[in-house]
């Protein structure tokens, strides 16, 4: 079978798709990827066939934080990425039996595969973006919204709203291609792009669905995680072995928030701890030449994790994972989407702290590494890891071959 996994979003949402592509192949199936070109050569060095869509997404880190696109400036936007995935989904999916649309921003892949009559499937990375009477809807910050009040809104009323939202945003692009492609409109754009029975590709231990089993249709495969066997780089191996543990913190493909540098440096110092500091697509780099501290550039978290006292991260899906699997405590300090949702996670778990809302300073930060650094939570973050799965990608992989 021959299978095209699409994704519009950073590393978040491309290296789990990345991660079932390559479990596919190894099964003996075809798979490609139709994601942003800013990870077409990393896919191609694991040998999967990549197609890249829209424009590079790696300069977004360094905008300003808290910019709110005007109406005109997202309904241009909203109309080039939908054009753009028609176009690339269509030509990328010649040939395939079966298109996944991975994370809420694949607006096309539904449609598509409508199109050439095959099957879809969509997963999403987060329990907090499917709809259930038991969680909010995740707020999107950079469009201007607000949380409501804990408690003051039904939940279904919050994604009723959600559902109207979808609609005036995507509704007009996402049928205006439909139209040009022989196919009727869509009422509902979420329902139509998650479906009545979408995937969760989250570790059911650290994200679990939160329906009681089999009275719902979401089918949780475990997270899509990448083995990696990459060595750490010689400085860093150098850096780990001249003392105790350090901390680390990176934010990823994230804006990092404003002066985070010098407060996770001077907190470290604080702490009497050294520092790993990544510098991730917003280019973080460190103050001084102290030899306390260590920039990087992009790393093995699987290797590295285990050997740092703790992880500073903006918790997305991956990085959260990837901590959790490690043993390692962390503290989250969220930014957007389902970010708020994994800090709560870790906080429920045990595992590290939830940094509260807003720019860390040198107090808060200090506050929710000691808690994390605390020996009871490090047992437990042990303990957690262990339960933490590995196999969700060969799970997802299995699922797909049996829909033949």
């Not at 709203?161 to 754009?189: C, F, H, I, S, Y």
Request: with cysteine; hydrophobic share 45%.
């Amino acid at each position: 079978m021959r299978f095209l996994l699409s994704t519009i979003g950073s590393r978040g949402e491309v290296q789990p798709v990345v991660a079932l592509a390559v479990r596919l192949k190894a099964m003996g199936q075809d798979a490609v990827v139709c994601a942003p070109p800013d990870f077409r050569g990393w896919a191609e060095s694991l040998g999967i066939a990549y197609v890249p869509v829209g424009p590079e997404l790696r300069g977004t880190a360094k905008q300003r934080a808290g910019a709110i696109p005007t109406p005109e400036q997202r309904r241009r936007m909203i109309e080039g990425t939908v054009t753009a995935q028609f176009e690339a989904v269509r030509a990328a999916s010649q040939g395939c039996d079966v298109i996944v649309g991975g994370g809420a921003l694949a607006v096309a892949a539904h449609s598509v595969a409508e199109q050439r009559g095959i099957g879809y499937v969509y997963a999403a990375f987060a329990p907090i973006t499917l709809p259930s009477a038991h969680h909010a809807p995740p707020v999107f910050r950079m469009l201007g919204q607000t949380p409501a009040q804990e408690g003051t809104v039904d939940n279904r009323t919050l994604w009723a709203e959600d559902a109207d939202r979808w609609n005036a945003m995507w509704g007009t692009a996402l049928n205006g291609q439909r139209a040009a492609a022989g196919l009727p409109p869509v009422e509902d754009v979420r329902s139509h792009i998650f479906t009545d029975s979408p995937w969760l590709a989250a570790d059911p231990t650290l994200a679990p669905w939160p329906e009681a089993s089999g009275q719902d249709t979401v089918h949780q495969t475990g997270a899509w995680v990448l083995p990696d066997d990459r060595p750490l780089s010689a400085d860093l191996e150098a850096f780990l072995e001249a003392g105790e543990p350090p901390l680390y913190c990176g934010f990823g493909s994230m804006r990092a928030p404003e002066g985070v540098t010098g407060t996770v440096i001077a907190t470290a110092r604080a702490l009497g701890r050294r520092l790993v500091l990544s510098s991730g697509w917003a280019d973080l780099s460190l103050l001084d030449d102290e030899p306390d501290c260590l920039s990087i550039g992009e790393v093995n978290q699987q290797a590295l994790f285990p050997r740092v006292a703790a992880v500073v991260h903006h918790g997305g899906a991956g990085t959260t994972t990837a901590a959790a699997a490690s043993g390692t405590p962390q503290v989250v300090v969220p930014q957007m989407f389902d970010q708020f949702y994994f800090a709560r996670r870790v906080e429920q778990l045990g595992i590290g702290s939830a940094h509260p809302a807003g720019e860390p300073t040198p107090d808060s930060l200090l506050t929710a590494l000691r808690h994390a650094l605390d020996s009871e939570v490090a047992d437990t973050a042990r303990t957690v890891a262990g339960e933490v799965r590995t196999d969700g990608a060969s799970t997802a992989a299995r699922r797909l071959i049996g829909m033949q």
